[in-house]
């Protein structure tokens, strides 16, 4: 009787596991940005950077660090874009430069405002709760963003600052719509334009442009395997790098180099789960007659959570 039982509660299992996640091992998917009307989901990103530079035989090194977490709440789904509300949870950014170090977090409590870590981390703690919203199609192509200036500007107001026009400039460096486009699409825009099986590969491409130098993404994507228990698409990504055509006015030329990464996939919803994302890049930058080899390393993880 109680290997009966055992039997009938194993069978029980497995029938209840086969209707909640009704997949193939071998496939096919359909990945998209799927998530339903008034779900919420929390991502967060962290980027860490590494800039080397060769001024007349001398190495340079440059490490920052940048992190944000967001509250984002699907509002609305119309004609293939959804529109969503995007609540700033956390910023967190590490700079180091000229021989000095900021340490910036708006988890901190009571930072010393004396100091200019903490200054900025009151600054940027302004930020925290602040809302905007954008559009994103099925394929994660980010459309509209609007509301950040309008939060910044208030952002602005609230510290009452000697020169409001200054500091919404300054932040508007890190946080800005075009920023926020890319670091979404980088995690996103992943998605194949049909179903698709472990082994199979498919196309992207994404443009970032920072500090008027613009570099062009050809990605390449694998879908290495599929979890039908947590229902999840492991996905492999590799990309060549190059400038754009329109960069010549950044200084920079001879731009090369590669991305490879992973992300996992929540094949239902298209949230991506976990991803690490490694990239060098290569360049020449011309300064005051120089010409300075440059090398970037940068590192970017995200997590996304529904909630």
């Known amino acids: 009787m109680i290997k009966k039982t055992g039997f009938f509660l194993l069978v029980f299992a497995a029938s209840i596991c086969s209707c909640k996640h009704p997949r193939n091992v071998n496939g096919p998917v359909t990945l998209k940005f799927n998530v339903e009307k008034g779900s919420r989901f929390r991502y967060n990103a962290l980027m860490n950077m590494r800039i080397t530079e060769n001024i007349s035989g001398q190495q340079i090194d440059v490490a920052n660090q940048m992190g944000f977490g967001y509250e984002f709440q699907v509002k609305d789904d119309s004609a293939g874009w959804k529109i969503l509300n995007s609540t700033i949870k956390r910023i967190y950014m590490n700079i180091n430069a000229g021989g000095q170090s900021i340490h910036i977090d708006t988890d901190s409590s009571q930072p010393d405002t004396t100091t200019p870590s903490g200054m900025m981390t009151r600054i940027y703690s302004s930020l925290v709760g602040g809302q905007f919203s954008f559009t994103i199609d099925g394929q994660g192509k980010v459309g509209r963003v609007f509301g ?32 926020f486009r890319q670091n979404i699409e980088q995690s996103f825009k992943i998605y194949p334009d049909h179903p698709v099986k472990p082994g199979d590969q498919w196309t992207g491409s ?84 120089q010409q300075i080899p440059v090398k970037m390393i940068i590192s970017m993880d995200a997590t996304g959570k529904k909630e």
């Open 148 to 179: 950040m200036q309008e939060m910044i500007q208030k952002m602005a107001q609230s510290i009452n600052p000697n020169n409001p026009e200054s500091l919404i400039l300054n932040i508007s460096k890190s946080i800005d719509e075009n920023n």
């Open 206 to 289: 994404l443009a970032t442009v920072s500090s008027g130098l613009t570099i062009q993404f050809q990605n390449i994507y694998t879908l290495k395997s599929i979890s039908i228990i947590d229902d999840i698409a492991h996905i492999a990504v590799n990309a060549k790098l190059s400038s754009g055509a329109d960069s010549s006015h950044s200084g920079a030329s001879q731009v090369t180099g590669e991305m490879n990464g992973e992300t996992d996939c929540d094949i239902e919803t298209g949230i991506p789960l976990k991803s690490r994302l490694d990239m060098q890049v290569n360049m020449v930058v011309g300064v005051k007659g």
